[in-house]
């Protein structure tokens, strides 16, 4: 089950990535194209989406981060207990599988 988790989140985190960056190609985007025509409310309107641009990357650079953080710890705990991992990731499907065949 923590292995399945782990994926979960792994693949979560790779979705977010992907739409944060995305989000952030969409704004530069319009941040350009809305340069032009802009009055002093649309001014203000572009320096909060460039705020929150700089947010969103920021957000996404420390995701990528903590993501491989996460993903070299989990390798090297698999490398370093190679058996007890298995035998875990084993008890797990075993008692996953006794579940699923009572219903």
């Known amino acids: 089950m923590e292995t399945r988790s782990s994926e979960d989140l792994e693949a979560s985190t790779e979705r977010l990535l992907q739409d944060l960056k ?3 190609r969409d704004g530069e985007a319009l941040l350009k194209a809305g340069a032009r025509d802009l009055g002093e ?3 203000a309107a572009r320096e909060r989406l460039a705020a929150a641009l ?17 993903a070299k710890a ?3 705990m698999i490398r370093e207990h190679p ?8 008890g797990i499907g075993m ?3 006794i579940l699923a065949s009572r219903r």
Do not use: N, P
């Open 22 to 24: 995305a989000v952030v």
């Open 41 to 43: 409310r649309g001014v």
């Open 54 to 70: 700089e947010v969103a990357k920021d957000t996404q650079h420390r995701l990528q981060e903590r993501a491989l953080h996460g």
């Open 74 to 76: 989990t390798d090297r």
């Open 83 to 90: 058996y007890q991992s298995v035998g875990v990731a084993f």
């Open 95 to 97: 008692l996953l599988g």
